[in-house]
Every structure is written in C-alpha cells, then in structure tokens.
C-alpha cells in the first residue's frame, strides 16, 4: 500500500511537471516573436505636385490650355454625346468632342473629355495659343470685363445638359505641365486713337508661353488697326473693305517681350466710328512658389 | 604916396599873416605824426596810444564781449560750452532742414529687424499698368492624375520567429499601386522602443514581386520594431505603420529549454530515488 501510495504521488508530480512544462513552453514559444497586425496611414500628396504619371494619357497628347472639374458623381456618357457638335472619340469610359460656342464659327470650337467618373475638362488643343479663350464678342469696353471665356462657355454647355453645377473649376495647360498661373491681360480701345498698357517680366520668372489676341470690330476700306509693343507693330487689322470682327492671333517670343524690361503693348485705330478695338496679351508662365 | 602906404602895408601884413598861418597849421598836423588827419572837427581828443604794462595786465582778465549800443532790448545768453550740452548734441542726429514749405510730412524709414525676413519671402510678380482687364488663374493641379497611395500588403519577415542574438532580419513585402506604379519604399526601424528610426532602402525582386530589406544583427534582448513607406511615381505616400510588427532578439540558448531540462532532471532524479527506496 505504501508503494502504491509512492507510486502514484511521482505519477502525480511527472504529471505536474509535464503540465508546468508545457505551459513555460507555449508561454514563451508566444513571446519571442510579437507580430500584430499594422495600420496602413495614407498621405495623399498636395494636389499640385501631381504631376508625375508616366504613362501619358489621351489629354497629354492632345489638349492644351484647359479647363475642368470633377462633379464627384458618375456621367451618364449618352447625355454628355448630346451637347456635341462632333463626336471626336468614345469608349466605354469616356467621350470626346466638340462644343459650338455661340455666334463662333466651328473653327472656334471648344473640345471636351467627359469621363464617367465625374470628370469634364473643355480644352483647346495643344499648339493653340492660350489668347484663343478669349471672345471678344463677351469683352465689353463700357464695364472693362471680359464676362467668360470660350472654356468656360463650353463647360457651362456641358455640366447645363447634364443637370449639374460646376464648383471647383480649375485650368491646366498639358504642354506647360511645370507652369502654375496663366495671366490674361486686356486693353481696349473705341474709336480712333491708341490705348496701351504696360507690362513687366521680371527675370526670375520663366514664361512658357507669350501669346496674344488682337480684334477689330469693324473697319471700312483705308483704316487700320494696330497691335504694337515699344512701338513695333506685331499685327495689323486692315479694313479692305467693310470688315467686321476680325480676330487675329500669334505668339511672340523671349526678344518680344524681355524679361526684367517695361514694355508698352498698345492698340489703336485711325477710324473714327466708335467700334471696339482690343489686344490681349496671355502667359502661361512658373511663378515662384 | 601917403595913401597907397598904408593899404600896401595892410595887404603885405595880411599876407604875411596868412602865410605864417598856413605854415603854423601844416607844422601842427605834422606834429601828430602819420595818425588820422582830421579836418574840421568840432574838437579833437588826442589819446596817448602808449603800451602799459598795467593796461596789458588789465585787459587780461577782461574777456570778449559782444557791446551792443543804441539797442532796444538786448539780452545775453551765455555760450560757454557745458558737458550736458555735449550729450544733448551727440543726441541730435542730423535732420534735413525744411523751409518755407506749405506741407511737410516725414515717414520713419528704419529697418525693423522682421522686415529683411518679409523682403525675403516677397516672390516675384509680373507687373501691369494701365491694363483695362486682368484674369491670373493659377494652372493645376493635372486633371485625372494619380490621387492614389500605393497598397502596401503585410510584411513578412525572416526568421519569422526566434530570432538569434547576431541575426539578420529579412522582410519581405507586397507593394502595388495600380495607377502611376511605386516609386520607391524604405523599412524604417527603431530599436528598443525609441524614436531613431533607421532607413534601409527596399529592393524590388521582380521574380517574387516583392519588395525586400534586411535588419542587421541585433544583440541579445534587443527590441525592434519597423514600418515600411512607399511613395509611388505621382508622389502620393504610404505608410504600413505599426508599433506592430516588432520582434525581440531572444538568447542563443533560451530559457525555455533549461526549464524543461531541469524539471525533467528533477523528475529523473525522483524516479531513480524512489525506485532505489521501494528496491
């Protein structure tokens, strides 16, 4: 009996020290290596500094000067077809076309991307001068306000037929990716005479592009109408005849228009009926931050 | 004959008279020396101008003055130079003297020490005169460009457990970013719980399509954590934080086999007692 007792009190104990064993054993077997799962933090960068996809999309070959936004809702792309003049390009994603602009011939038009997932950029293509977002036709001398712009007009068209309101427009230029400010500048003239304002550059600021925009409401046979910088005529509106509303545009370059250099850009006229006369000198340009 | 007499002697008298006259006035004026001829002065005041040692001791003390006569009102301000005057004049700075002006108005210039700073932060500008319209919209952001962070999967790292005094750490990592592709990503770790983090610089393994670095060897006891950050090509950042994934440098032999061990010594050691008693 008493052996029996021995007995069973060292099966007792083994059993203890088995179960005290494994304890230690899986307690520590947990603590040499801690793994927990982590959270994933995201830091969207400042929307400007977007500017380094790679692969380069259907605007950055064809667009400009541009003007868009994200209504933050999906398109229906059949709607978005109907405000076309010319169906450019569609797939199942996203449409491409262009917009008439009232009282503009087609030459005139404004294209537009509307993507499905919100997105409604009005452009003019790449290669065209930023002085053609100007119509003169909404410029009034009596106010001094160009009231909109051909973009603007043609994403009004837009986001009106689709039955949204436009908030958060902005403009990008894809030839320009690295300018941040475009800047369009008007004088205005009625009547015979000249008008002129005055422009600096300062060299610290690289231009992208110089362009401009000069306009003749009406001129009858014999009288001129002049763009001019420092006196130099850049482009003469002449009246062959009873000429009506006549907008030419150019771009000038870096000896045109020197940096660091006031510069006198002028438009004037020697007829004497009070029609309108205009110039418009655009910049798309990289202003220090 | 007795007629003419007396009248030729009254005339030669005169005459005489005359002449000594005129000699005894030219010897008088001659008599003041080379001084100050004066002619027909109502008196004549002739002062002995000899030097005297007394006058020179005299004037001596007497200091310059300004003598006023006839005045109606005369006051004296005394323009002896004093220390305190010295100090109000090192005050005085100079000034620009304005007269006759209709309106003066002076504007302080001074510098103040915030100011070169605001100069400095003054970007340049285009300037414009006289235009009679100005529309400067800025240009950007791209539409429709990469607004999304990389996915960064969940680290794995190896050894996955138990890791040895003097043994480097691989983790292994799944990074995606499905719209302008990753970039770069970085394992950042700290060892001990601090907030040094160190930088080790991921490599991309395009067999595994994984993202690798390795965490040198650590001593004994030696806590570390790590995270691991990706940018992709738009710039946009993800983090895959975590005070998480951490793992503790154990010893090279572990104490959770010397309890073991001496249990089962232990119980070795009852066994053979106990048998040798029952024996």
Same mark, same amino acid.
């Given at each position: 009996?008493?052996?029996?007792?021995?007995?069973?009190?060292?099966?007792?104990?083994?059993?203890?020290?088995?179960?005290?064993?494994?304890?230690?054993?899986?307690?520590?077997?947990?603590?040499?290596?801690?793994?927990?799962?982590?959270?994933?933090?995201?830091?969207?960068?400042?929307?400007?500094?977007?500017?380094?996809?790679?692969?380069?999309?259907?605007?950055?070959?064809?667009?400009?000067?541009?003007?868009?936004?994200?209504?933050?809702?999906p398109i229906d792309l059949t709607v978005a077809k109907t405000v076309y003049r010319t169906l450019e390009k569609e797939t199942l994603n996203y449409t491409v076309g262009s917009i008439a602009l009232p009282g503009l011939s087609s030459n005139e038009d404004v294209h537009c991307f509307v993507h499905k997932d919100g997105w409604i950029v009005t452009y003019y293509l790449k290669g065209e001068p930023i002085s053609k977002i100007v119509d003169w036709n909404l410029w009034s001398q009596s106010t001094s306000k160009l009231n909109k712009n051909k973009l603007q007009v043609g994403l009004e068209q837009m986001t009106n037929s689709l039955g949204v309101v436009a908030t958060g427009v902005k403009y990008y230029h894809f030839q320009y990716p690295n300018s941040n400010k475009c800047m369009i500048i008007i004088k205005g003239l009625v009547g015979s005479g000249e008008n002129s304002f005055n422009v600096t550059i300062p060299d610290d600021i690289e231009v992208d592009e110089r362009s401009w925009?000069?306009?003749?409401?009406?001129?009858?046979?014999?009288?001129? /109408?002049?763009?001019?910088?420092?006196?130099?005529?850049?482009?003469?509106?002449?009246?062959?005849?009873?000429?009506?509303?006549?907008?030419?545009?150019?771009?000038? /370059?870096?000896?045109?228009?020197?940096? /660091?250099?006031?510069?006198?850009?002028?438009?004037?006229?020697?007829?004497?009926?009070?029609?309108?006369?205009?110039?418009?000198?655009?910049?798309?340009?990289?202003?220090?931050? | 004959?007795?007629?003419?007499?007396?009248?030729? =002697?009254?005339?030669?008298? =005169?005459?005489?008279?005359?002449?000594?006259?005129?000699?005894?006035?030219?010897?008088?004026?001659?008599?003041?020396?080379?001084?100050?001829?004066?002619?027909?002065?109502?008196?004549?005041?002739?002062?002995?101008?000899?030097?005297?040692?007394?006058?020179?001791?005299?004037?001596?003390?007497?200091?310059?003055?300004?003598?006023?006569?006839?005045?109606?009102?005369?006051?004296? =301000?005394?323009?002896?130079?004093?220390?305190?005057?010295?100090?109000?004049?090192?005050?005085?700075?100079?000034?620009?003297?304005?007269?006759?002006?209709?309106?003066?108005?002076?504007?302080?210039?001074?510098?103040?020490?915030?100011?070169?700073?605001?100069?400095?932060?003054?970007?340049?500008?285009?300037?414009?005169?006289?235009?009679?319209?100005?529309?400067?919209?800025?240009?950007?952001?791209?539409?429709?460009?990469?607004?999304?962070?990389?996915?960064?999967?969940?680290?794995?790292?190896?050894?996955?457990?138990?890791?040895?005094?003097?043994?480097?750490?691989?983790?292994?990592?799944?990074?995606?970013?499905?719209?302008?592709?990753?970039?770069?990503?970085?394992?950042?770790?700290?060892?001990?719980?601090?907030?040094?983090?160190?930088?080790?610089?991921?490599?991309?393994?395009?067999?595994?399509?994984?993202?690798?670095?390795?965490?040198?060897?650590?001593?004994?006891?030696?806590?570390?954590?790590?995270?691991?950050?990706?940018?992709?090509?738009?710039?946009?950042?993800?983090?895959?934080?975590?005070?998480?994934?951490?793992?503790?440098?154990?010893?090279?032999?572990?104490?959770?086999?010397?309890?073991?061990?001496?249990?089962?010594?232990?119980?070795?050691?009852?066994?053979?007692?106990?048998?040798?008693?029952?024996?």
């Open positions: 009996m008493k052996f029996e007792n021995s007995k069973m009190k060292i099966n007792m104990l083994a059993i203890l020290i088995i179960i005290v064993g494994s304890l230690g054993l899986y307690s520590y077997a947990n603590r040499g290596t801690t793994t927990q799962s982590g959270e994933t933090y995201l830091f969207i960068k400042p929307a400007f500094a977007q500017s380094m996809s790679t692969a380069p999309t259907f605007l950055d070959e064809e667009a400009g000067i541009s003007l868009y936004v994200n209504i933050n809702r925009s000069h306009y003749s409401e009406y001129l009858y046979y014999g009288y001129n /109408s002049y763009f001019k910088i420092d006196g130099n005529t850049i482009n003469t509106i002449a009246g062959s005849g009873s000429v009506w509303n006549v907008t030419i545009r150019g771009t000038l /370059s870096v000896a045109q228009l020197f940096p /660091s250099v006031p510069h006198v850009v002028g438009v004037s006229s020697n007829y004497g009926a009070s029609y309108q006369y205009g110039v418009c000198l655009a910049l798309a340009y990289q202003e220090p931050l | 004959m007795n007629k003419i007499s007396p009248t030729c =002697l009254c005339l030669i008298s =005169l005459l005489v008279g005359a002449v000594a006259g005129v000699m005894f006035l030219s010897s008088e004026a001659r008599a003041q020396g080379d001084g100050i001829v004066v002619d027909g002065a109502d008196d004549i005041s002739m002062i002995a101008n000899e030097y005297s040692t007394e006058l020179a001791n005299a004037t001596r003390e007497v200091t310059s003055r300004v003598v006023a006569e006839y005045g109606d009102f005369s006051s004296n =301000l005394e323009l002896n130079k004093s220390s305190e005057l010295d100090k109000g004049a090192s005050a005085v700075s100079s000034r620009v003297a304005v007269e006759y002006a209709d309106f003066a108005s002076a504007c302080e210039l001074q510098s103040f020490e915030a100011l070169p700073q605001a100069a400095a932060d003054v970007t340049s500008r285009i300037i414009v005169e006289y235009a009679d319209f100005i529309f400067s919209p800025s240009l950007g952001p791209k539409p429709m460009e990469d607004g999304t962070p990389p996915t960064i999967g969940t680290p794995v790292q190896e050894p996955s457990s138990d890791v040895a005094p003097y043994q480097n750490v691989t983790v292994s990592v799944n990074i995606t970013d499905a719209e302008s592709g990753v970039k770069n990503a970085t394992l950042h770790y700290s060892l001990n719980n601090t907030e040094a983090w160190t930088t080790v610089a991921m490599s991309y393994n395009s067999t595994s399509h994984l993202y690798y670095a390795t965490i040198p060897e650590q001593s004994e006891g030696t806590g570390v954590k790590y995270k691991i950050v990706a940018y992709d090509n738009a710039e946009n950042m993800a983090v895959k934080e975590n005070d998480g994934q951490a793992y503790t440098v154990i010893p090279e032999f572990p104490s959770f086999l010397i309890l073991p061990l001496f249990m089962m010594a232990t119980l070795l050691a009852v066994i053979v007692y106990r048998r040798k008693h029952s024996e």
